[in-house]
C-alpha cells in the first residue's frame, strides 16, 4: 500500500506541502475545516464593491523561488504580471515628489551608482547601511543594527522592510532583515521584478492548485476539522476529525499547516509564537482602468502601498494594530484622500471596503522569532508548515511555500 501523508489546512502551506508530496508519489489527503482553500491569501465577492477583491495584497518578487516553482508546477506562472523590469514607483506625500527606483536586471546591484536609478537625495555612501544590515546581525533588532534615519532610510529601506515584515523596522528583527535583503535587493535587479496576481489571489495561487491536486489523485477534504491528534510511541497513531477517526499505519505521515495557536493546542508542548501584527487593507471602486503603475510606494502617509486594478484601487497598511480600532468610514475617509491626491481624482469617497486582519502575521521581532518551531517536532511522524515556522524567511507567500516543501520532503524521507 503506498504511504498515505494527510496534510492538515488549505492555506498556502498546507497546498503546497501537498503539490510536493503527490508530485513525488505520496497518497495525499489535504484536509480542510472551512468551505475553501488559500487561508490568508484568497479571494472572494464582496457584494459591497460588486467585484471579487483579495482579502490582502501580495506581492511576490522574481527571487521568490519556491513561489516561482509553486506557480509553475500548477502551470499559474502566466497569472502574475509586472513590469519588465526591476523598477519601483514611490511617491512623498509630503513633498508631493515621485519617483521611480529602477534597479535593472543585472545580478550586482551595480544600480546604486547612477544617480538618476537610485533614491532621490542619497549617495553611493549610503547604501552602505544594507552591508552593515546583512553582515552578523545575529539577535538585535534593526534598530541596534542601523540608524533608522536619512533619505534612504524613509524612501527605501523602511518601506520594504515594513511592507515584508508586517512590524515597525526599528524593533524589528535583523536576521529577517538580513535575509530579506540578501535575497532581494543585495542580489540585483534580477530578483527584484515584483509579479502581482492582477485577477485575484485564488486565480493564481489557490485554484490551479486545487485542479492539479485532483487530477493527480489527492483528495481534497472540505468541512473536515481535526479536532486532537491520538499519538503511541513517539508517533501520531490516529486523527479525530469529531465525527469520524483515521487510524495511522506506520508509514503514514501528518502534516500540521494550521496557524500557531491551533498547532499548539493539537500537539502537546509545542513552542509557537504568541505575538500578532495587524494589516489593512482598504479597497476603492473607481471608474475605468486608472492611470496609475501597477503597484506604488508612499511615504509620509497612513497609506503605505497602493495597487492599481481595473476598476479598483487597493490600499494596503502593514503594522496596522492602532488602525484596528478606528471606524471603517473613518478610516476609509482618511485614506481616500491621500489615493485622491496620488491619482488625481475627485475628493469624493466612491464605494469603498476595508479588510483588517488582526492576526496577519506573527511579529518579527526577535523575542517572537525565537519562538518559531523547526519543521520536524518530536514526533516521528509528524512535521509542521507555516509561514510561521522556522523558515528563515519573514512571514510571507515565499516563507509559507517555502515551509510546505520542507515538510513534504520530512514526510517522505
Not at 532621490?120 to 552593515?132: F, K, S, W
Not at 499548539?264 to 495587524?278: Q, S
Not at 492599481?308 to 478606528?326: E, F, H, K, N, W
Request: charged share 20%; proline share 6%; glycine share 8%.
Amino acid at each position: 500500500m503506498a504511504r498515505t501523508i494527510h496534510v492538515i489546512g488549505a492555506g498556502l502551506a498546507g497546498l503546497s506541502a501537498a503539490l510536493r508530496a503527490t508530485q513525488a508519489g505520496a497518497r495525499v489527503i489535504l484536509h480542510e475545516a472551512g468551505s475553501q482553500a488559500g487561508g490568508r491569501c484568497r479571494s472572494y465577492a464582496d457584494s459591497t464593491l460588486g467585484m471579487t477583491i483579495d482579502n490582502g495584497n501580495h506581492v511576490i518578487l522574481s527571487g521568490n523561488k519556491s513561489a516561482l516553482s509553486y506557480l509553475a508546477l500548477i502551470g499559474a506562472t502566466d497569472r502574475m504580471r509586472g513590469p519588465q523590469e526591476s523598477d519601483f514607483n514611490f511617491v512623498d506625500l509630503a513633498t508631493g515628489e515621485r519617483w521611480q527606483l529602477r534597479l535593472g536586471g543585472g545580478l550586482l546591484p551595480w544600480w546604486v551608482f547612477d544617480q538618476a536609478r537610485r533614491v532621490p537625495n542619497t549617495r553611493v555612501l549610503d547604501y552602505l547601511v544594507m552591508l552593515r544590515l546583512m553582515w552578523r546581525p545575529g539577535k538585535k533588532t534593526v534598530g541596534e543594527v542601523i540608524s533608522c534615519s536619512g533619505a534612504l532610510y524613509e524612501k527605501l529601506v523602511e518601506p520594504i522592510l515594513l511592507a515584508a515584515l508586517n512590524h515597525e523596522p526599528p524593533a524589528a528583527s535583523a536576521r529577517l532583515a538580513a535575509t530579506l535583503m540578501r535575497e532581494t535587493l543585495a542580489a540585483g535587479g534580477r530578483t527584484c521584478r515584483p509579479l502581482i496576481a492582477q485577477d485575484g489571489l485564488s486565480g493564481a495561487f489557490v485554484d490551479p492548485a486545487l485542479v492539479w491536486l485532483k487530477a493527480h489523485g489527492a483528495t481534497v477534504q472540505f468541512g473536515h476539522e481535526l479536532h486532537g491528534i491520538a499519538f503511541k510511541d513517539g508517533r501520531a497513531a490516529a486523527l479525530d476529525f469529531g465525527g469520524d477517526s483515521i487510524a495511522l499505519s506506520a508509514d503514514d505521515a501528518v502534516i500540521v499547516a494550521v496557524p500557531p495557536n491551533l498547532a499548539a493546542r493539537l500537539l502537546p508542548d509545542l513552542t509557537v509564537p504568541t505575538e500578532f501584527r495587524a494589516i489593512a487593507n482598504v479597497h476603492f471602486r473607481v471608474a475605468g482602468e486608472p492611470s496609475l503603475p501597477a503597484m506604488t510606494g508612499v511615504v509620509h502617509g497612513l497609506t503605505q502601498w497602493l495597487f492599481a486594478y481595473p476598476g479598483r484601487l487597493s490600499v494596503t497598511i502593514s503594522s496596522a494594530d492602532a488602525l484596528m480600532q478606528m471606524p471603517r468610514e473613518e478610516l476609509a475617509h482618511k485614506v481616500w484622500s491621500e489615493v485622491a491626491r496620488i491619482a488625481g481624482l475627485p475628493d469624493e469617497l466612491p464605494p469603498w471596503q476595508v479588510v483588517r486582519e488582526r492576526r496577519a502575521t506573527i511579529a518579527a521581532d526577535p523575542q517572537q522569532e525565537s519562538l518559531r518551531p523547526p519543521a520536524q517536532t518530536a514526533w516521528d511522524n509528524v512535521t509542521l508548515a507555516g509561514d510561521w515556522t522556522d523558515t528563515g524567511l519573514p512571514p510571507t507567500i515565499e516563507s509559507a511555500i517555502r515551509s510546505g516543501e520542507r515538510a513534504a520532503q520530512l514526510s517522505l524521507a
